[in-house]
Each structure stands twice: as structure tokens, then as C-alpha cells.
Antibody, heavy 116, light 107 residues
Framework: EVQLVESGGSLVQPGGSLKLSCVAS????????LDWVRQTPGKSLEWIGE????????NYAPSIKDRFTISRDNAKSTLYLQMSNVKSDDTAIYYC?????????WGQGVMVTVSS | DIQMTQSPASLSASLGETVSIECLPS??????LAWYQQKSGKSPQLLIY???RLQDGVPSRFSGSGSGTRYSLKISGMQREDEADYFC?????????FGAGTKLELK
């Protein structure tokens, strides 16, 4: 069974940093691209970015480019999202997802709240 | 960015009724479109990919169709468990974008 389990969500002040993790199981982690998607309190979904199988290539949404960094550790079957200089608009549920031409599996999500 | 115009924003249907949700990309996306269902308090789940291919395990009452700049999701015979939010997403061009969602309620 494919499982994606996020962690690291919390309350963070504007301008602060946070690192999210996602541990995967139930599939060969190193064979798949992985994406981060977030969902705002108003329920809109926004694609944040993705990373290729060996971590050598990433693509990002313009809204977070240069503030967020996606990385992975295939030996630990773990995906990361490093968030820097966060803003109130970054308040959302963050989902780790598996990509195979389309997103076929989603984690349960982790809440990030940006507020002073 | 490709804008995904999804309609209606909400609808209610009776048990057994057939419902349709539409997604209009602002440019052609070559059938690189997926539909997701999100039940209250849960993560989205894949229903349809490549515009019309049914994900394993998804009931056959769900179907997808369309091409170019017009796509739709159809539920043939509303069931109680179909009450949820539905989203479309294009993976044709970066950044991948989602529709605003459709809230489907049981009448």
C-alpha cells in the first residue's frame, strides 16, 4: 500500500523558516517524481513544485520560487520542503504527492500557519 | 499560467441522478487532465487521468471526456458517498494548475 506521511507543520512567524518532511512507503521511492501541493483555508489547491527521481532537477511555481526548496533522500525514502521567508499567504495544508504523469497518491497533509 | 475554469462551483443532486462538472483550460492541454475527489477532512483522491482513463478501484459510474479546451467529469447515478469536492488539474505545462473546485451535495 502506498503511503506518504508528512510531518513538520507548525505555527511560524512571517519571515521565518520551516522544513517539512514526507516519508514514503509501499513503492520504490527512487523511481518516482514527487510533488508538493498546498490547499489554502478557502480550499483552493496550488501546485508548489516537483523533483525528479534522483533529485537533480526541480521545477517550482512562480509564487514560491526562490523561497522554497524541494529535495529528497532516496536512501531514507524521504521528501523535503524547505520554506524560507514565509508569508501569511503561505498558510495552508501542505500535501506530499507522487507524480506519474499525473498525481496518483496524496499524503494526509500537514498544516502550516504563518502568523505573528 | 494556464487558467482552469471549473463549473459549477456547487451543485446538489438526488440519489441516482446524473451530474456533470466542466473544466475549461485557457489553452489546449492535450488531454493532460486529471480529476480528483476530496471528501470532507480527507486528502484528494485520483478519479480520472489523461482526461478519460479511470483510476484503478474507482467506480465505473465516474467517467471523463473532452479534448482541447473543454473537459468534463460525469457521475452516472449519484450515490451518497459521492458527496464531496471535485477538482480538475492540468499537467501539460508548468506551473501545473487546478480548477477552483465543485462542491457536490446530496439533495
Amino acid at each position: 500500500e502506498v503511503q506518504l506521511v508528512e510531518s513538520g507543520g507548525s505555527l511560524v512567524q512571517p519571515g521565518g523558516s520551516l522544513k517539512l518532511s514526507c516519508v514514503a512507503s509501499g513503492f520504490t521511492f527512487s523511481n518516482y517524481w514527487l510533488d508538493w501541493v498546498r490547499q489554502t483555508p478557502g480550499k483552493s489547491l496550488e501546485w508548489i513544485g516537483e523533483i525528479n527521481t534522483d533529485g537533480s532537477k526541480t521545477n517550482y511555481a512562480p509564487s514560491i520560487k526562490d523561497r522554497f526548496t524541494i529535495s529528497r533522500d532516496n536512501a531514507k525514502s524521504t521528501l523535503y520542503l524547505q520554506m524560507s521567508n514565509v508569508k501569511s499567504d503561505d498558510t495552508a495544508i501542505y500535501y506530499c504527492t507522487r507524480y506519474y504523469g499525473y498525481i496518483d497518491y496524496w499524503g494526509q497533509g500537514v498544516m502550516v500557519t504563518v502568523s505573528s | 499560467d494556464i487558467q482552469m475554469t471549473q463549473s459549477p462551483a456547487s451543485l446538489s443532486a438526488s440519489l441516482g441522478e446524473t451530474v456533470s462538472i466542466e473544466c475549461l483550460p485557457s489553452e489546449g492541454i492535450s488531454n493532460d487532465l486529471a480529476w480528483y475527489q476530496q471528501k470532507s477532512g480527507k486528502s484528494p483522491q485520483l478519479l480520472i487521468y489523461a482526461a478519460s482513463r479511470l483510476q484503478d478501484g474507482v467506480p465505473s459510474r465516474f467517467s471523463g471526456s473532452g479534448s482541447g479546451t473543454r473537459y468534463s467529469l460525469k457521475i452516472s447515478g449519484m450515490q451518497r458517498e459521492d458527496e464531496a469536492d471535485y477538482f480538475c488539474q492540468q499537467s501539460y505545462k508548468y506551473p501545473y494548475t487546478f480548477g477552483a473546485g465543485t462542491k457536490l451535495e446530496l439533495k
